[in-house]
């Protein structure tokens, strides 16, 4: 039995992962006896209908200044966030003087196209490497976490924000209140908050249980969101369904009445009813499809290695890939090893399936006959990038939403 993190009633899991590691946590073979494994495990809470972790590691052990993930590295995403930044700009950051807010501003992405127009901007970045970065490229950026006092001191040192926004981030922080309490005082009267996050309907429609590892705490629906929303006196007025990373939804949320409801909301809501998000068996339904892709990707890696011996190669060595390796029990026996343009993760291992991460010019050297399709949230730009491997006949491997072999 857990407690809900939104509305502290009690929800049991509805599937456990068993022992992970941290999902970004790629590491040297000396390392190896000291790595830290937790209980992945997820379940639904009936009463408020927010799908959450059951455990999750100290924000410390995943946020730091060694932290692997550098937004900026896909060109997919800097577009996505380049046309974001122009949406703002027209919509919303039009007030004499805007100032516009970003929580977990990575590596910048977003907000560097806000700074090069020169609007008041902050970037909120606990990880102070990537952090780093954002402000040597010209980013406004303190390395903090996003919380109620943080939100006190931003207010006492800039102002009130007519924006605050956030992409793939609000899902990392287990103390949601904090942060809906700090984004509501921070936010002018007629301010927004906009954030995106990978979505719930994508995760149960495509099977894509890899959304799923230790920095994900919750899994958000309209349906949750906006009662969350509501215990801040806020409301969700808009909602837009991305492509971005597997399927995002992107929810714009304000102060109760401040702004017109949009007829997205309710359209949504509807067609979250339909997939039976406020369900409990759907969950369970759930647990059965993501056992049986398990079982179909360990058959089809078998099968390869014991009919052809040939080296099989996974391509993103993606923090996603944590859950699919350590809970499908693929180790370097099954995959030679992981491509990735990441510098800080290539001579590592990855995280408890320890396959080696090697730089991706070594995938183009060695075009093996097959690829395990890892970062399969960015295929449409990597089919783009691929396209000397698909002529010279390589094979992909892939999961989501089934496993097949293209
Ligand atoms: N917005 C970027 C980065 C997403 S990665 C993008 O969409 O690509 C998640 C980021 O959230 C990391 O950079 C992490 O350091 C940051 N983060 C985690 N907890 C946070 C918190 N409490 N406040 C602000 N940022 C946080
Ligand atoms: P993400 O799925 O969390 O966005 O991580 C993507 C990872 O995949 C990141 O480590 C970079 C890597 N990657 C490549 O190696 N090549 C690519 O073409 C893309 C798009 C990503
Ligand atoms: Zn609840």
Redesign the pocket.
Known sequence: MTTCRICDKNFEPFISFGDMPIANGFLAEKDFSDEYFFGLATGFCEHCNMVQLIDQPAREMMFHDEY??FSS??S?MRNHFAEFAEKLQAEFLISDDPFAVEIGSNDGIMLKNIAQAGIRHLGVEPSANVAQVASDNGVNTISSFFDEALAAQIIADYGHADTITSANVICHIPYLHSVFAGIETLLKPTGVFIYEDPYLGDIVEKVSYDQIYDEHVFFFSVMSVSKLAAMHNMEVFDVEHLST?GGSMRYYIAKKGSHPISENVARQLQKEQQLGLDQANTYDELRKRIEKSRTDLVAILEKIKAETGKPVVA??????STTVTNYCGIGPDLIDYI????PL?QGKFSPGSHIPVKP?EDFLADYPDYTLL??W??SK??MA?EEGYNKHGGKWIVYVPEVKIT
């Open positions: 692997a993930f590295l896909s997919g990373h391509y993103g060595a993606t923090s996603k491509c990735d343009t990441t993760k991706y890892f970062a949230n960015h730009e990597i990038k």
